[in-house]
């Protein structure tokens, strides 16, 4: 008999819900894919088509938990889907991952992404068990800078033409958080200044 898939875990806030992504957010999501300035340190170029982001979507549908999920990140009241966050690039028997988040550039600076991040994390070290989650910066992205520094992941470096973007190479910082870090209320030290 087959493996029934383990069903895709939702996670709550106080004002967020993390659910599975349905193809009925596309259009939520093409708001932030379709916008240049919301995509200028995510790591795909912007979508010009509408068909981009439903491809993107049905791939976030579908994932593989043991390498990568994501959630759409919800209003807990409307449903209405904000964002996404995700763990990938999966190292679930070396209890390692990447994060990623994006919320629509009308819902930043008030939280949301501290929220539904920490949410994650909480999964990803004691739902999972992992060990080890990084995080891959563009060096002027700030906010983001900001957000999982406030979050306890410390800086380990500068990742030189690390990332490619529409043929353009990317520098990025590696941001790291230990399991054995993630219960301390003050960020890691940075390794590398």
């Known amino acids: 008999m087959a493996k029934r898939p383990e069903p895709h875990p939702i996670l709550l806030t106080t004002r967020l819900r993390l659910r599975q992504f349905r193809a009925e957010d596309t259009d939520a999501m093409h708001e932030c894919f379709a916008d240049p300035e919301a995509m200028r340190f995510w790591n795909a170029p912007v979508h010009t088509k509408r068909t981009e982001t439903e491809r993107t979507v049905l791939r976030y549908v579908a994932c593989t938990p043991s390498y990568h999920r994501h959630w759409a990140v919800a209003d807990i009241e409307t449903d209405r889907c904000l964002g996404l966050v995700s763990y990938h690039d999966g190292h679930i028997r070396n209890k390692r991952a990447a994060i990623g988040y994006f919320i629509n550039p009308a819902y930043q600076s008030r939280g949301m992404a501290t929220e539904a991040v920490s949410a994650m994390l909480d999964f990803c070290f004691d739902d999972l068990g992992l060990h080890r ?32 973007v529409d043929g353009i190479w990317r520098d990025e910082i590696l941001y790291a958080l230990l399991r054995t870090g993630r219960s301390s209320s003050a960020a890691v030290p940075a390794l590398i200044p």
Do not use: C, M, Y
Not at 141 to 150: A, F, G, I, M, Q
Not at 151 to 163: I, K, N, Y
């Open 133 to 164: 989650l990084q995080a891959f910066i563009d060096p002027n992205n700030t906010p983001s800078r900001k957000l999982v520094e406030k979050l306890g992941f410390g800086r380990e470096g500068l990742l030189r033409d690390h990332l490619r």
